[in-house]
């Protein structure tokens, strides 16, 4: 063989040798201690990751979890050689072990646990853990435990088999399906689109509107036996909000179900919360695992997935819409309030904490009413909503603090939000009255003084003439001559009356002037102008909602300042026209409604679009002077 022929041999064999270590893969497995421990526990979560390679994957990573301690990881390697039809295979790993400490009850999802090998991320499968009370479970005799077994994700009774022992007998793979346990509906299928594996996928409802709950579920289904899914895909989904679940029973439930002439074992995998942000045709990417154990392990390995899912997503319809619904407010709400303190002094605050709870994506904001000499700052949140069992639930409480200007009894009016109840599919609004609140006025004020002229007048300033006995020796003093003698007498008597005209006067322009101060305070391009400069506050601190709330109250205020329109009141295809017959130009009104669209979308997802804040502001800023300009009505 020539010197080239061997040249270029050599560079194959190099080549191939670098082409099979890029195709190595890496191996995960999960251990987990226990699923349902007590409050304060603590238990382990090992991952095993492996490769074919002499090079064993690194940077062993689990995510926290509010609500557990995690510490760790403790790693060890481990190197595994077996023979095979006369080849010897090799594979390293490493192990990595992490203590787990309960701290609040509830369900956690752990994981996946991650490791990098050959510039890659690889996933280990998620595992359950439910946390309840201390004194809750049972305790398990000394030595009367069952020791982990990694595999009991569709063996959660031992023995290899899905199902308590003596429930099936060592030959009855192929029993009747008369003679097995009901089939859960959630279960059940025509027929199996493969006739080795696959996964299947649910979604309720089919129908939804703008921010109402949409449930995906995800089955996977056997057909030789009891497997492992590993290696998951999770779907995509862009266009919703994620509140992802999943069934604290899922991880150990599995049944049997009769397909055709063969028995599967079937089991669900996920089970996903989301809610549509916009309208439209909105997809749901596949959903995919891959089937390991027993004789499912192939290669290339036993791999199943779901088709995309499309769903026609609409809005609440138009007939009956209350006013001031926001898109996107849908479920079962109630609202509370609770008012302190019920007696202050003009210019004192008062705080109100409203609270909001239900089920669904619970909204963000609230209407509060307005009023002359009442200004509503921005609320401060406490929130909680979870996914319990499927449904997505909780509550939110705003705490607003809402200064009083004018003296009197103030009726605050009532809190309310419109929403869309997807059970009884009609609109309803959440109310809660705020009562009255005793305003005095403030001692502080300083009140004005006029000269009296006639206290003046009476003064004693004694008898001249009259004798008065001496004590001491002196020469003779004559008296002094009457006050009303002086120039300075008609001075004061006659200009007694030009001042107390003057003092009133006076006063009646300091009190139109002190007026005029007030309402300036509380005119609508200066709380405009206010609440611009709260939303460049925010913006410096990169709050997308704070900043686009505070943005579009400017944006209304302006509107109110220019035009005499109260916009919270109006849709936006009546804003549009009533601005427009205010003389509104066309150019302006696109803009300014733009806008708003644009904080609305910010607000209810809590994440920036197209537009940054400082842009929010900045656009802002550009259409309060437009907006607030005097115009004539048409």
């Given at each position: 063989m020539s010197p080239?022929?061997?040249?270029?041999?050599?560079?194959?064999?190099?080549?191939?040798?670098?082409?099979?270590?890029?195709?190595a893969q890496v191996s995960l497995d999960t251990q987990i201690g226990a699923h349902k421990v007590e409050l304060g526990d603590s238990i382990q979560f090992e991952i095993t990751a492996t490769s074919s390679t002499d090079e064993p994957?690194?940077?062993?990573?689990?995510?926290?979890?509010?609500?557990?301690?995690?510490?760790?990881?403790?790693?060890?390697?481990?190197?595994q050689v077996s023979i095979n039809n006369g080849r010897m295979q090799r594979q390293t790993g490493i192990s990595a072990t992490w203590s787990i400490q309960a701290l609040k009850p509830g369900t956690f999802r752990i994981g996946p646990a991650t490791v990098d090998f050959g510039g890659q991320h690889f996933q280990s499968r998620v595992e359950m853990l439910e946390v309840v009370p201390a004194g809750t479970l049972p305790r398990t005799p000394p030595g009367g435990g069952q020791p982990f077994d990694p595999f009991r994700f569709f063996d959660p009774f031992g023995g290899g088999s899905p199902f308590p022992q003596g429930l099936f007998g060592p030959n009855d793979v192929q029993q009747e399906p008369e003679q097995l346990p009901p089939v859960p509906d959630e279960f059940k299928?025509?027929?199996?689109?493969?006739?080795?594996?696959?996964?299947?996928?649910?979604?309720?409802?089919?129908?939804?509107?703008?921010g109402e709950q949409v449930t995906v579920r995800f089955y996977a289904y056997g057909a030789r036996g009891i497997f492992r899914p590993v290696n998951a895909v999770e779907p995509t989904h862009p266009d919703f909000l994620d509140y992802t679940g999943q069934d604290d029973s899922i991880a150990e439930n599995a049944v049997r179900v009769p397909i055709g002439d063969t028995l599967w074992i079937a089991g669900k995998i996920r089970e996903i919360c989301l809610f549509p942000l916009h309208a439209g045709r909105l997809t749901i990417g596949?959903?995919?695992?891959?089937?390991?154990?027993?004789?499912?392990?192939?290669?290339?390995?036993?791999?199943?997935?779901?088709?995309?899912?499309?769903l026609d997503v609409t809005e609440p319809p138009l007939d009956g819409r209350p006013a001031g619904y926001r898109i996107g407010d849908v479920g079962t709400l109630e609202l509370s309030v609770a008012v302190d303190p019920r007696k202050v002094v003009a210019g004192d605050a008062v705080s109100v904490v409203a609270k909001l709870a239900g089920t669904g994506s619970i909204p963000t904001a609230l209407h509060v009413p307005e009023q002359r000499g009442v200004e509503w700052l921005d609320p401060t949140h406490v929130d909680e909503v979870n996914n319990e069992h499927g449904t997505v639930r909780g509550f939110r409480a705003f705490t607003y603090i809402v200064k009083m200007h004018d003296a009197g009894t103030v009726d605050l009016g009532e809190l309310t939000l419109p929403y869309w109840d997807p059970r009884k599919r009609a609109y309803a609004t959440a109310r809660a009255p705020l009562g009255k609140i005793d305003v005095a006025p403030n001692p502080k004020a300083a009140p004005s003084a006029t000269a009296s002229a006639a206290a003046s007048a009476n003064a004693d300033f004694g008898d001249p003439l009259a004798l008065k006995p001496r004590h001491t020796l002196a020469s003779y003093a004559s008296a002094k001559a009457p006050f009303t003698d002086a120039l300075r007498f008609w001075y004061l008597l006659l200009g007694a009356p030009l001042a107390v005209a003057l003092s009133g006067i006076g006063a009646e322009l300091g009190g139109r002037l002190r007026r005029s101060r007030s309402a300036s305070r509380s005119s609508p391009l200066r709380l405009a102008q206010d609440s611009l400069k709260a939303a460049e506050t925010a913006a410096r601190s990169s709050e997308i909602a704070?900043?686009?709330?505070?943005?579009?109250r400017a944006l209304f205020l302006a509107i109110e300042a220019g035009t005499g329109i109260r916009p919270r009141a109006l849709?936006?295809?009546?804003?549009?026209?009533?601005?427009?017959?205010?003389?509104?130009?066309?150019?302006?009104?696109?803009?300014?409604?733009?806008?708003?669209?644009?904080?609305e979308s910010a607000r209810f997802t809590g994440k920036s679009g197209e537009l940054q804040p400082k842009e929010l502001v900045s656009q802002a800023r550009g259409l309060l002077g437009e907006l607030s300009r005097k115009r004539r009505s048409s």
């Open positions: 080239r022929a061997l040249l270029g041999l050599a560079c194959a064999l190099v080549a191939l040798c670098f082409a099979s270590g890029a195709r994957p690194q940077n062993p990573h689990l995510p926290p979890v509010p609500g557990l301690s995690i510490r760790g990881p403790s790693i060890g390697s481990r190197t299928v025509d027929h199996a689109p493969d006739p080795l594996a696959f996964v299947r996928a649910t979604v309720t409802p089919k129908h939804p509107v703008v596949s959903f995919g695992l891959t089937f390991d154990g027993g004789a499912y392990r192939a290669n290339p390995p036993t791999t199943r997935s779901t088709a995309p899912i499309t704070k900043t686009a709330a505070a943005v579009e849709l936006k295809d009546d804003l549009r026209a009533a601005l427009a017959g205010a003389g509104v130009e066309t150019a302006t009104l696109t803009r300014a409604l733009e806008l708003l669209d644009a904080c």
